[in-house]
């Protein structure tokens, strides 16, 4: 079964608005989670690495106060995309794992598609 | 530049047929990890590889580890269309468990 679950799996927002995706994990705990977009076609590009009880790290290019990320307890991690626009619209994954260690598998959510019109 | 390159991009081929993808780098990665992804979905993890030279089974799947720790390849024997896919390539470096994937090998296997 799913060990991380993302929520909502769709989402069609209109141009301006805030969405809120949701990535918990089940049956364990997650001290970190990671935060991907997927183009089209294209490979998983990270956006930020999610600390629980601290500020997020946001890889080179991602504005974050675009992208909000919040990992307020062990299992949940938000990613909030403020004042959307077309060109946010993508799919967006997050991942946790590696409770066992370093190179312990990371599980990821299945996804969301968010549509900006 | 692309940390690890992937390699054929796309791939079409006949069941029963065998094939291999490529991921290859010049850095050295902790561990190197292998999914696949359904579209509209999340990718799915089939094998992780730590160890120079590791060699690593999962039915008709044949993943194996470069001794450098540079590379990586999967072997797929006797295809069917249920392996078709998108499989990814994915690096750890360091203790870090920050993954930089490969841009991926779109495999349609054709009945």
């Known amino acids: 079964g799913a060990v991380v679950s993302q929520h909502p799996s769709r989402v069609i927002c209109k141009s301006g608005t805030s969405v809120k995706i949701e990535c918990r994990s089940l049956?364990?705990?997650?001290?970190?989670m990671f935060w991907y977009r997927q183009f089209p076609k294209q490979s998983l590009m990270l956006m930020a690495t999610?600390?629980?009880?601290?500020?997020?790290?946001?890889e080179q290019g991602v504005e974050k106060d675009k992208f909000l990320i919040n990992h307020a307890s062990l299992t949940l991690s938000t990613l909030t995309v403020t004042s959307a626009h077309p060109e946010d619209s993508s799919f967006y994954i997050c991942?946790?794992?590696?409770?066992?260690?370093?190179?312990?598998?990371?599980?990821f959510g299945n996804g969301t598609r968010l549509t900006v019109t | 530049t692309q940390l690890l390159e992937q390699s054929p991009q796309f791939l079409s081929i006949q069941e029963g047929e065998n094939l291999t993808v490529y991921c290859n780098s010049s850095?050295?990665?902790?561990?190197l990890q292998w999914y696949r992804q359904e579209p509209g979905e999340g990718p799915v993890l089939l094998v992780t590889?730590?160890?120079?030279?590791e060699v690593k089974k999962l039915k008709r799947l044949t993943f194996q580890f470069g001794d450098a720790r540079k590379d990586s390849s999967l072997h797929i024997t006797a295809a069917q269309p249920g392996d078709t896919g998108l499989y990814l390539c994915?690096?750890?470096?360091?203790?870090?468990?920050?993954?930089?994937f490969g841009k991926g090998t779109k495999l349609t296997v054709n009945p």
């Open positions: 991942s946790a794992g590696g409770q066992l260690g370093p190179n312990s598998p990371l599980h």
């Open positions: 049956d364990f705990q997650a001290t970190t």
């Open positions: 999610s600390n629980e009880g601290s500020k997020a790290t946001y």
């Open positions: 850095s050295v990665f902790s561990s």
């Open positions: 590889v730590v160890t120079g030279g």
């Open positions: 994915a690096g750890a470096q360091g203790g870090s468990e920050k993954l930089v």
